[in-house]
């Protein structure tokens, strides 16, 4: 958002930054001589504006992530494509379908599904414009509960992995608008061609996605304050601008500001901002996930899988900390697959470093986190000589309930954009990806920057 603002024309801008690193959920570890991705991890189809600033500030490469490893139960890993499983899954449902029959339903779900999206919003790019009351009324349930209404139930075995296993919420939990905005057409389109095995559909990203940001920064010559939390906001008393507290070190310092652009999570928010009751009455309806990533050594134990991304679908109906998916980087950067994953990692040692993740409704302890995760490796990967290098707890998709979402309460708060000098972005007034959040800062951008007006940001 700085950046794109000093591409506005604005010329004093400041970002107060609580870490000691740019990047927020795009938290890049190195360890080994290698980037592990903590939050950010991945692209897909619909994310053209984060890879045109790839390109544009030369922040590394965009590699092909192989296909995951998918284990039904703790003994049973395979590989199998996507579709492949979501057959498995339809027939979970629906025990005399052959797989013949099934590959039809999926497929014709597919060409229903975008049909239906296209139908119910129109063709558009970037974000979701405000449906229409009607179509507010359709989605007013549950993404699975929308799926079943509308003979979609084909398309549950590719939300599981497309969905579900990044984090964005099971489709029996979520509102139907949460599927439908990250579900696109496109999307789902193209994650169902057919394609070569290096030319997959899911990217990764060789130097990392904190690298990206902090090129961004760098690059553009923005001014950033690193470890610098914000403790308080305070409104001027002709109303026309702020007062920003924030410690830098052990001193605590002021500076005033003509409009303020607010991106954590919202709710937590209210203990900083006094927002206007109005904004503080939608802010406050939010509520999350814990994702934690965990980076870890271990050895290879048994090795039953193909592939160095793996989803552990036995534990999806848990939300107990049971480790989800994993990630082995240097195989993933390396596109180390089949027979080729058993070739040894830097330095020639047989140690596996991953990334585990695990997800829990509330903010999980590290000793449950670790203890699940011991169990884990010891009785599902049947590895051994566990090292937990570090571990984030991610306050993780912050959403609305099914009944907040149908009522137009993310385009509610788009309306009160910009009425007190203040904007309001990030995941909480979105969705939680960094194509979303991006695609809506443009939006914002587009709608409110037609005038040159130069505030102290």
Request: charged share 20%; glycine share 6%; net charge positive.
């Amino acid at each position: 958002m700085a950046y794109r603002l000093k591409e506005e024309g604005y010329t004093s801008v400041t970002v107060f930054e609580t870490n000691d690193y740019i990047g927020g959920k795009s938290k890049t570890l190195q360890h080994r001589g290698l980037p592990h991705d903590m939050g950010t991890a991945y692209t897909q189809p619909d994310y053209t504006e984060i890879y045109n600033l790839i390109t544009k500030f030369n922040a590394g490469t965009l590699l092909p992530m192989p296909e995951p490893d998918v284990w039904v139960s703790e003994d049973s890993p395979v590989f199998i494509s996507l579709l492949e499983n979501s057959i498995r899954i339809l027939q979970n449902l629906r025990p005399n379908v052959t797989t013949s029959v099934g590959t039809g339903i999926i497929l014709q779900n597919v060409m229903d599904y975008v049909a239906l999206h296209q139908k119910m919003f129109g063709i558009y790019k970037g974000v979701m414009p405000r449906p229409c009351p009607a179509v507010l009324s359709q989605v007013n349930m549950t993404f699975g509960e929308f799926l079943r209404i509308n003979n979609l139930e084909g398309l549950r075995g590719i939300l599981l992995a497309a969905q579900t296993i990044q984090g964005y919420g099971k489709v029996d939990e979520i509102s139907a608008l949460y599927g439908l905005i990250w579900t696109t057409p496109r999307f789902l389109i193209e994650v169902m061609k057919p394609v070569a095995p290096r030319d997959t559909v899911v990217k990764i990203l060789s130097k990392g996605f904190q690298f990206l940001w902090e090129e961004v920064a760098r690059q553009s010559n923005l001014k950033v304050k690193l470890s610098s939390p914000v403790k308080k906001v305070s409104r001027l008393k002709n109303g026309r601008g702020f007062y920003v507290k924030y410690r830098h070190g052990r001193r605590l310092r002021c500076e005033k500001f003509d409009f303020l652009i607010t991106s954590p999570m919202m709710k937590s928010m209210s203990d900083v901002i006094r927002f206007e009751p109005e904004v503080h009455e939608l802010f406050k309806k939010s509520f999350n996930y814990f994702y934690s990533a965990t980076l870890a050594d271990t050895d290879f134990g048994l090795r039953k899988g193909e592939h160095p991304r793996e989803h552990f679908v036995f534990n999806l109906n848990k939300n107990d900390a049971s480790v989800w998916g994993s990630r082995d980087s240097y195989s993933s950067l390396n596109f180390l697959v089949g027979e080729n994953y058993t070739v040894p990692n830097p330095g020639g040692q047989q140690i596996k470093t991953s990334v585990y993740y695990q997800l829990t409704k509330q903010k999980p302890k590290l000793k449950t986190l670790t203890r699940k995760l011991k169990y884990h490796v010891s009785n599902v990967e049947k590895s051994g000589n566990l090292t937990i290098i570090d571990r984030i707890r991610w306050p993780f998709f912050p959403r609305y309930s099914v009944s907040d979402m149908a009522s137009g309460i993310l385009w509610d708060i788009f309306d009160m954009q910009g009425k007190h000098n203040m904007w309001y972005i990030g995941s909480s007034v979105s969705f939680e990806s960094v194509m979303s959040v991006v695609e809506y800062n443009n939006l914002l951008l587009k709608q409110f920057c037609g005038t040159k007006n130069k505030y102290k940001t």
